[in-house]
């Protein structure tokens, strides 16, 4: 289904939205007030340009917000994001979506509703990123954790070193060597590139190896890939920022937290509000410090300050130190593969996690597919669900004719997940995920 869409700001947000909705071919138009930023859409997606103020009523005059099906409010600043949702909703946008950083909008006893405004859904980049931290917290031998189906499936994403059984092996031969840890190698991510790997891909060295497991199984895929699961206790955040502030209150009530701030007057603030945190003055850049905090008994250290270089930074001296399990916070989605190529294991963007749920939102209303894009990866993955009239049953096909460049991961059938293999057989009504290129989406779609 093709979308008009219309999305200001043309930020790390904006620009990374525009040009996966581009590739969709949906009509899209990007507003922002900066020149360079509207001349860097020119250069690189195909879409229309309008330089100017996002929430002046004489710039949305330009667009004609009846036949708008999706306005997307995502510049950094709220009021602007408020104010534009209102004037395209009065003027007859169908839906908007509206990128918020106050988290206070999202309190049920807020003054002022977004509602008002006109707004569909809100989109709150920074706790998108806390959630996606948190589920890596939860799994400490994985590098990302992604689920599915009402949590009912997983991707787990993990780093393979040398002393891994699976090094030299192929996908056929682990699967059937594992008969009864039941998994799926989905994708393969290989120095800068990432594919869908066929039953004859080896595993190598380095290799970041995506498995698709029923949620109950996590512990056996990681025990196989020579993980040894490990429970984290204790828990560092450096920065207090509005992430480090959300993670902390969520964390504290079942980790030791402790959280560096060197700003002291915000430092005493964020102490008052977290009773169960250690709030502490202190830099984590500083040798003296961390060798006086035992930092090498630290399960996991998290680095989300403002300072994307800071982050860095601190992540590669706490893994020096030997702490366990390091998370990095980044706003440059360029930077993703370089900085897990240097040693951090987890790398998360509030900018990446608010792309991939404003496209969940979007892609739930197409009348076919739900499609998630993992920009880090450079991956799709794309629920359907066999119809009696489909292509794969009309010509009685099994899995064996699936393209290579498709990978079927998993099955819900009347809610029990099956990993599928090479025999098992599809039925009506099967609820299927699979993942694949954006380009070979269509190649699932034509088949179900």
Do not use: W
Not at 336 to 355: C, E, L, Q, Y
């Amino acid at each position: 289904m093709k979308f008009n869409i219309v999305i200001i700001g043309a930020g790390e947000v904006g620009f990374n939205l525009a040009k996966s909705l581009s590739k969709e071919e949906h009509d899209i138009t990007v507003i922002d007030i900066d020149s360079h930023k509207c001349q860097k859409i020119i250069n690189n997606i195909d879409a229309k340009v309008i330089e100017g103020d996002g929430c002046s009523q004489r710039i949305l005059q330009q667009i004609e917000m009846d036949s708008v099906d999706y306005l997307l409010a995502l510049t950094r600043i709220d009021e602007v994001n408020l104010v534009a949702s209102k004037i395209a909703k009065e003027r007859g946008a169908n839906k908007v979506i509206c990128r918020l950083r106050n988290t206070e909008y999202g309190h049920k006893k807020t003054i002022i509703d977004p509602a008002q405004f006109g707004i569909n859904h809100i989109v709150f980049p920074e706790k998108a990123a806390r959630d996606e931290i948190e589920k890596i917290i939860t799994q400490p031998s994985s590098v990302d954790v992604q689920t599915f189906k009402d949590e009912k499936i997983t991707l787990i994403g993990i780093l393979l070193d040398a002393s891994s059984p699976l090094i030299g092996r192929t996908k056929e031969n682990v699967e059937i060597s594992n008969p009864y840890i039941p998994h799926k190698l989905s994708i393969v991510c290989r120095k800068d590139t990432s594919f869908i790997p066929h039953k004859k891909t080896q595993y190598k060295v380095n290799d970041i190896a995506y498995f698709i497991v029923p949620s109950r199984s996590i512990n056996e895929v990681q025990s196989m890939a020579g993980k040894t699961p490990f429970k984290v206790k204790n828990i560092m955040i450096m920065g207090g920022g509005k992430i480090g502030r959300l993670l902390a209150g969520s964390l504290q009530n079942d980790y030791n937290v402790k959280l560096l701030e060197k700003n002291i007057e915000k430092a005493e603030n964020i102490s008052d509000k977290l009773e169960n945190t250690l709030v502490l003055t202190d830099d984590g850049l500083d040798i003296d410090f961390l060798e006086s905090e035992n930092i090498s008994s630290l399960d996991c250290f998290l680095a989300v300050t403002e300072n994307e270089q800071i982050n860095i930074m601190s992540s590669l001296l706490m893994k020096h130190y030997g702490v366990k399990q390091v998370i990095a916070h980044i706003n440059s989605t360029s930077y993703f593969k370089v900085v897990r190529r240097i040693g951090i294991d987890s790398v998360i963007s509030k900018n990446t996690s608010a792309v991939n749920e404003v496209l969940k939102i979007i892609r739930s209303d197409e009348d076919k597919l739900s499609v998630s894009r993992f920009d880090e990866i450079d991956v799709e993955s794309v629920e359907l669900k066999v119809k009696e009239n489909s292509d794969f049953i009309n010509r009685n096909l099994s899995i064996r004719d699936l393209p290579d460049e498709v990978c079927l991961a998993a099955i819900i059938r009347k809610d029990k997940v099956i990993i599928p293999m090479r025999n098992t057989e599809l039925k009506i009504d099967d609820e299927l995920l699979f993942f694949t290129k954006s380009e070979d989406i269509y190649k699932a779609e034509q088949l179900f």
